[in-house]
């Protein structure tokens, strides 16, 4: 029988629970702190930490309501212990440990960039998509903390090929649309701009570490290169370029992305795709990726719901089924601390 499994995830700005039978969600509850964020233009981890404590109750009770569970049923409770901000995911693990007293139930601790990697194998109740695993994978993990191409051999082994240096792909593109004057998150600002001029390279900005040689990814020059040329620009000149600039920035990010990822694929042999991340909504990026997989004759999974592609916990309870039924708990619960810049090494098994 499938693992049931409570999961909790408040790593950065949403306060997420959720739960899963195995792969399938039962019910997902995601409190979203984005408004209290913008006027900041990110994340403020002391509001992120208020909002979390103030709301996390709520949004477990109603993970349990809509999921028609009583505690008594569940096999496991899953947390994510990073990566993360430190003071957030110590309310998510405080919680999920008081409940496993509680209710005398196993804890799994989840790594969040593990629950990212299984996004696009998490299911509907009525078992959606029905894909199943067929490994090893190549991981692309994209969002506004990451950039990571991940060696996925078999069910929690991982091994990191590339990553950035600097920026991650999402915080390159929100750092672009301040300076074209919007406000965070700027990936689906770019985007829509980007689509009005039907994703024009007219500025071709450069594609940074391409000719590295290695699978890791730089995004701060191709800010800079942003910005000297905003700053070239009269007012005017910009408003009428606006479009442009978006989307010649967003083409050299997701070549650069493209390119490395061919790279991996490349070097690896492995031509079966994963995308996971809040980057990974990108549909120019996803038309890409696919043309891509299908060059070398292979395919591309994504989460197959928009909210897998951001932070939520039912990916978290999917690993945690996966962990629960390998036996993975934690045996001194109280032990459990966050680790704000857990790699994806340190969970590998
Ligand atoms: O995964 P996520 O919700 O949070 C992190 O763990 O970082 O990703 C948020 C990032 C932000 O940088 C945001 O600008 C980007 O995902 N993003 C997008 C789009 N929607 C969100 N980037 C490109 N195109 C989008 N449509
Ligand atoms: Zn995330």
């Excluded at 029905?130 to 903390?145: E, M, V």
């Excluded at 442009?244 to 493209?258: D, G, I, M, R």
């Amino acid at each position: 029988m499938e693992k049931l499994i409570l999961a909790i995830d408040t790593s950065c700005d949403e306060t997420a629970a959720a739960v899963v039978q195995g792969r399938k969600v039962r019910s997902s509850v995601i409190y979203s702190q984005i408004l209290m964020h913008k006027e900041w233009g990110g994340v403020v981890p002391s509001i992120a930490k208020r909002a979390h404590e103030e709301r996390i109750d709520w949004v477990i009770q109603e993970a349990m309501k809509k999921a028609v569970v009583q505690h008594d049923q569940l096999d496991a409770i899953a947390v994510t212990y990073g990566p993360g901000l430190a003071i957030a995911l110590e309310v998510g693990i405080r919680h999920a440990v008081e409940l496993a007293q509680k209710w005398g139930k196993p804890l799994v601790s989840v790594n969040h960039m593990e629950g990212h990697l299984y996004s696009p194998f998490v299911q509907n109740s009525k078992g959606n998509p029905s894909r199943t695993f067929d490994f090893p994978y190549l991981g692309l993990l994209i969002s506004g903390g990451h950039t990571e191409l991940v060696l996925f051999k078999d069910h929690l082994q991982y091994e990191i090929l590339g990553e950035t240096v600097d920026d991650a792909a999402g915080e390159a593109l929100d750092k672009a649309a301040r300076m074209l004057g919007f406000g965070y998150p700027g990936g689906p600002v770019i985007e829509r701009l980007a689509v009005t001029v039907d994703n024009t390279d007219k500025y071709v900005f450069p594609r940074p570490m391409m000719k590295s040689g290695d699978l890791n990814f730089s995004f701060s020059g191709l800010k800079t290169a942003l910005l000297y040329k905003v700053r070239k620009m009269s007012d005017e000149e910009k408003q009428q370029e606006i479009a442009y600039l978006a989307s010649s920035f967003q083409e050299a990010v997701f070549k650069t992305v493209v390119k490395k990822t061919e790279k991996a694929m490349v070097e690896t042999g492995i031509h079966h795709l994963l995308v996971g991340g809040g980057v990974a909504v990108n549909k120019h990026l996803r038309t890409m990726m696919r043309a891509l997989a299908k060059k070398h004759g292979g395919y591309v999974h994504f989460p197959a719901l928009k909210y897998l592609n951001y932070d939520n916990a039912a990916m978290i309870g999917v690993v945690g089924a996966i962990r629960a039924e390998k036996g993975l708990c934690i045996e001194n619960t109280e032990k459990l601390d966050r680790v704000p810049r857990l790699s994806l090494l340190q969970s590998s098994i």
